[in-house]
């Protein structure tokens, strides 16, 4: 019998590879500064991966095209029945709210890599500013970075296995096939 845990009352979402199908968006301006794709590691903070990287932030973001990235089919009716959400992102926050925009989502609250101090993100300050427990969030994400997000404070992790490369990583853990199941696994009518 699964163990039937209480409804979170948040859900945290990373953005990019989570909510939206960004890898190529993410790694063309790459292409553009010269960066062979190999050495790009998915799912950074934008400053340490351009940084690492040896390519210039801000020569980064001008070449960002953020009219590219779909959302992965069922994230929009997802979004729709769940209450109350948030965004947690390691992206820099000018092409995040500029997709936002033109998405017409409206999450409750953003933080992006601004608001680490461009470091890596974490649920600490987010819990702190919403006046939330662990036990009051789940997150939903693409990568170990988000996973080490959830372990950071000790709240629910599910894995976004509709991402193609999500699904072929096989991680262990709670690995969702589509978004739609995400509001059963929740309990969210
Ligand atoms: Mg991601």
Known sequence: MPISRPSPRVVVFDF????VD???ALLEPFDMLGID???VVMGSAVAEECESLGVSMDAYVDAY????VKPFAGVEEMLSGIPRWTIL???HPRPAMAELARLGWAPEVVMCADAFDWAHKSLVPMLERMGLDASDVAMVGDSGGDLRCAQEVGCRFLWAGWNPRVRDADPEGEVLDEPAQLLSALGLP
């Open 22 to 24: 960004s890898d190529e």
């Open 37 to 39: 794709r190999s050495r």
């Open 89 to 91: 992102s390691n992206k």
């Open 65 to 68: 095209d953020t009219d590219s």
């Open 16 to 19: 990019d590879g989570t909510l």
